[in-house]
C-alpha cells in the first residue's frame, strides 16, 4: 500500500501479541520495533537503509547496533522500502472496518435526511 486511502490515526495493539514476538529481546530492540511500528503506520513506505531507521527510531549507533539484529526480519525489503508484514495486514483490516463503518453512517444518515425532510 503506497498511500493513505483513508486517514487511520491509531491502530490495534495487542500487548500479548507483541510480548510473543519481543520476548527474550533487549529493551533497546523492543523500543526501536515499536518505533518503527509507529512510524509504519504513518508511512508505509519505510527507508531501506538501516541508517535512516535508525534516525527514525531515535536509537544511538550503540543502541542500534544491538536492536538491529532482532529487527532487520521484522522489516524486510519490499522493493523499495521495508515494511513489517502483519502491520499491512491489521492496515487493511482496519481499512476495511472503517469503509464499512462508513457506507452504514451515510445508510443511517440517508435515512434521517429522508425523514427530517418530511419523506417517509
Do not use: C
Amino acid at each position: 500500500m503506497s498511500e493513505h486511502p483513508v486517514n487511520l490515526p491509531w491502530y490495534s495493539w495487542y500487548p500479548g501479541d507483541h510480548l510473543r514476538r519481543t520476548r527474550g529481546w533487549p529493551s533497546v530492540a523492543k523500543g526501536a520495533f515499536r518505533e518503527l511500528l509507529d512510524a509504519q503506520w504513518d508511512n508505509p513506505n519505510l527507508p531501506i537503509d538501516d541508517e535512516r531507521l535508525r534516525v527514525i527510531a531515535g536509537a544511538t549507533p550503540e543502541e542500534w547496533a544491538v536492536a538491529w539484529p532482532f529487527l532487520e526480519p521484522e522489516f524486510p525489503v519490499d522493493g523499495d522500502r521495508r515494511q513489517h508484514y502483519p502491520l499491512e495486514i491489521l492496515r487493511g483490516d482496519s481499512i476495511r472496518r472503517h469503509e464499512a463503518q462508513r457506507r452504514g453512517a451515510a445508510k443511517t444518515n440517508a435515512k434521517r435526511w429522508k425523514r427530517d425532510s418530511g419523506g417517509t
